[in-house]
């Protein structure tokens, strides 16, 4: 996160261990968009927003802070009903997944990016010519066959670090 910070971005939230404590910096931030502000249409969901899962068990109260994060890679329908997250640690590995908005372990979005100063242009020289942009985003749901070492072994083929 703080490597891809642009110029004038703020942070939407400090380096955390736990989701609860991320959604409490973006509430902080003013940032949090619980499912019902989604739901009720007065948040649109946006690609690069963060999204909270509950990962709890029912009958285990031990596990009721157990969250998981994702990053909206696409998001499709007549009202957003349907988008896709891009997230780590998805048994062990990456992995792109499709979702439905009304999904009942929905806890809400965080919006991001966040730039409190207006951004004028910013210019990153990147010779994309060579790239075949479906290797490095897959167009499909990944399911859990990739691993990150397949990700960083396309970046690597193609950027040399």
């Known amino acids: 996160m703080l490597n891809s910070l642009l110029p004038g971005e703020e942070k939407p939230h400090e380096c955390r261990l736990g ?3 991320i959604v409490a910096d973006l509430e902080s931030k003013g940032l949090w968009k619980p ?5 009720d249409l007065s948040y649109t969901i946006k690609v690069g927003d963060l999204i909270i899962f509950d990962r709890s068990q029912p009958g285990k109260p031990e596990t ?10 696409e998001v499709s329908g007549d009202d957003y009903e ?4 891009i997230s780590g640690n998805s048994g062990g590995k990456w992995k792109i997944s499709t979702h439905k908005i009304k999904q009942k372990n929905l806890l809400g979005f ?8 207006p951004v004028e ?4 020289a990147v010779d994309w010519s060579h790239i075949d942009l479906k290797d490095l ?5 990944t399911g859990s ?12 083929k193609h950027f040399g670090k």
């Open 35 to 39: 499912i019902k502000d989604v739901l």
């Open 19 to 21: 989701v609860v404590e």
């Open 110 to 117: 965080g919006k991001y990016p966040f730039i409190s100063e």
């Open 137 to 141: 985003a897959p167009m499909h749901d």
């Open 145 to 156: 066959d990739l691993s990150s070492d397949d990700f960083y072994s396309v970046y690597k």
């Open 64 to 73: 009721s802070w157990w969250r998981h994060i994702g990053r909206v890679y």
């Open 82 to 85: 349907e988008f896709k997250c």
């Open 121 to 124: 242009k910013i210019t990153v």
